[in-house]
C-alpha cells in the first residue's frame, strides 16, 4: 500500500484498502467478461 507509518494498525489498514481495491477490480473484471459472454 501507499501508506506507510510506524504504527501497526495504520499500516494494516493501508493493507485493507489496497486489498479492497483489489477485490474490486477483479469483480469489474467478471462483470465485464459476463456481459460479453452473455
Same mark, same amino acid.
Given at each position: 500500500?501507499?501508506?506507510?507509518g510506524?504504527?501497526?494498525?495504520?499500516?494494516?489498514?493501508?493493507? @485493507?484498502?489496497?486489498? @479492497?481495491?483489489l @477485490?474490486?477490480?477483479?469483480?469489474?473484471?467478471?462483470?465485464?467478461?459476463?456481459?460479453?459472454?452473455?
Amino acid at each position: 500500500s501507499a501508506i506507510v507509518g510506524c504504527n501497526p494498525e495504520e499500516v494494516k489498514v493501508g493493507m @485493507d484498502v489496497e486489498l @479492497d481495491f483489489l @477485490d474490486i477490480g477483479k469483480q469489474q473484471v467478471v462483470y465485464v467478461f459476463k456481459a460479453v459472454a452473455g
